[in-house]
């Protein structure tokens, strides 16, 4: 109860309704890799009264299977579904290129979500549920014109990006895009000529993002070269030794917020030694080692305050999480492979750690960094929250001392390190126009 009050309270306050927002304004929102909205405006539509038929057609074909599709689909924000698929494809991927696409995906669906909004408000077209009382909907209705379809625009993108970094799931994607396109229609949520033109509108923009960032990855090839000495990584196939050289989104670079030398880990090692193993240590190393980057609580806040009703915010908060990730990774994989910190396994031999040792660099810690990332950014979102995000920053990183992999002090330069990333990647943010959009909300209340 006293959390349902606190959410309603925070509404009141920052103008984050509990319903479905229209946000007319964001169609001037600054975007990322394309000039602007209005620069992807579509060409006004074809009468929708020619598609009237072909809605109410197919909403009387309508099948126990389709409403599944429907309910499936309508789950969350437009991007919800293709932003779950990435994250679960880039983490679980050994290509350098995971991170990027994620990156990719999140941001040009924002993109396109914001050219999606120029349109519609462009041309104020009714949704078929408003345009004929034969049509039913079946999902929540949305406050917003019907042309484009934004789902469909966030599908375009999804089908094009995933295609072309993952060439063996085009046909799965593709097939994926035309249910989304099709459960719109059935849901009478669009007409077919707006799910055409969204995804049109995703395809255009996912392939001039996709032509933007070509030279993101580094092209240069390792040299093999390992420092050797005391205090130095050991192994033999280090993962993604030059990811530090990488383009960055926000940061000048990825040497930008560059922390010092790692210590001698003297003091780290006697502490991680003398550390008496729990079952609640034991829980935390294994949930954050399969739960790397705090997606579960931003989705989880993205629904509690009702934000998947709101695409072009949802889009907003999915894409500069990614940016974070995407410049904490490289920010992290610069100090690794500057200093090339020892693991605790290799600086004591006789230790054994509770977690498989990865294959790079300790120092600083990766979960600390993106940890420290989504501590800060979630709070920027959510500051009702920060409690919550700053505790999962700590706790991921408590997690790899936990599962014995890191030492402290790698956790605590990594949350570091996080923190004055997201700080970079919230004072772009800033200046976006929808901060600007949300003050102009809480005025008319």
């Known amino acids: 109860m006293k959390k349902t009050i606190a959410i309603l309270l925070l509404s009141l306050v920052t103008g984050l309704s509990l319903r479905a927002q229209v946000e007319p304004g964001a169609g001037n929102w600054k975007t990322w890799f394309i000039p602007s909205g209005k620069a992807y405006r579509l060409p006004p539509p074809t009468a929708y009264k020619e598609e009237l038929a072909q809605v109410i057609a197919r909403q009387q074909a309508l099948t126990a299977a389709d409403r599944q599709q429907i309910q499936y689909w309508n789950a969350g924000a437009p991007g919800y579904r293709w932003h779950s698929l990435i994250s679960d494809l880039w983490m679980s991927s050994a290509s350098d290129q995971g991170v990027l696409t994620n990156m990719l995906l999140n941001v040009a669906i924002y993109d396109a979500t914001i050219a999606a909004w120029d349109t519609k408000y462009a041309y104020n077209q009714p949704r078929p549920f408003a345009a004929d009382k034969r049509i039913k909907a079946f999902v929540p209705k949305p406050e917003s014109p019907s042309y484009p379809c934004e789902h469909s625009a966030a599908a375009g993108v999804a089908a094009t990006l995933i295609a072309h970094f993952y060439p063996h799931m085009a046909d799965s994607v593709n097939r994926m895009a035309q249910q989304v396109m099709d459960t719109r229609i059935a849901a009478g949520a669009a007409f077919p ?253």
């Open 193 to 445: 000529r707006d799910t055409r033109a969204g995804f049109e509108l995703g395809r255009r923009i996912a392939e001039k993002e996709i032509e933007r960032t070509r030279d993101f990855i580094s092209k240069r090839t390792w040299d093999g070269q390992i420092p050797q000495g005391p205090g130095y990584w050991k192994g033999k196939r280090p993962m993604f030794p030059l990811a530090g050289l990488n383009k960055t989104v926000v940061l000048s670079s990825g040497s930008q917020f560059r922390p010092g030398p790692p210590p001698d880990f003297a003091k780290d090692m006697a502490e991680l030694k003398a550390f008496k193993q729990t079952f609640l240590s034991k829980a935390n190393a294994f949930h954050y080692a399969s739960n790397f980057s705090g997606d579960e609580l931003l989705n989880k806040k993205i629904f509690e305050y009702n934000l998947h009703l709101n695409p072009p915010r949802a889009a907003r908060i999915y894409a500069l999480a990614a940016i974070g990730y995407y410049d904490g990774f490289v920010a992290c994989w610069d100090a690794k492979y500057a200093y090339w910190g020892i693991r605790p396994d290799q600086y004591d031999t006789t230790y054994h750690s509770l977690l498989p040792t990865p294959p790079f660099p300790g120092y600083p810690s990766g979960h600390a960094a993106i940890g420290g990332v989504m501590g800060e950014l979630g709070s920027y979102f959510f500051p009702a929250d920060r409690t919550q995000f700053q505790e999962m920053a700590r706790d991921g990183a408590e997690s790899r001392f936990h599962g014995g992999i890191h030492f402290r002090t790698d956790n605590e330069v990594g949350l570091e390190l996080g923190r004055k990333v997201a700080q970079a990647v919230i004072q772009r943010a800033l200046a976006d126009g929808a901060d600007e959009d949300l003050t102009l909300a809480r005025r008319k209340k």
